[in-house]
C-alpha cells in the first residue's frame, strides 16, 4: 500500500492544527505513512485512516523526546 494522495489543492493549505506548520510526508516506526509537523518545537506526527489524514491533536503521536 503507498502513501495516501492529498490533492495538490489541499496540500498547499493543509498545516498542523497545533502549531500551524507545513506538514510533511513521512512513515511511522512501522511503515504507515502518516503526516509530520515541521515545526522544530511542535513534534507531532499525524496517521492516516481510510487514505484521510486524521488531524486532531489529541490524537497525534509525538515524535519529540
Not at 503507498?2 to 506538514?23: K, M, N, Y
Not at 510533511?24 to 515545526?39: K, N, S, V
Amino acid at each position: 500500500m503507498g502513501a495516501p494522495t492529498i490533492d495538490p489543492w489541499l496540500r498547499e493549505i493543509i498545516r498542523c492544527p497545533a502549531c500551524l506548520s507545513v506538514l510533511e510526508d513521512a512513515t511511522d516506526p512501522a511503515g504507515a505513512p502518516e503526516l509530520r509537523c515541521t515545526g522544530e518545537a511542535c513534534g507531532r506526527a499525524y496517521r492516516f485512516d481510510g487514505g484521510v489524514p486524521v488531524l486532531l491533536v489529541d490524537e497525534a503521536r509525538l515524535t519529540q523526546d
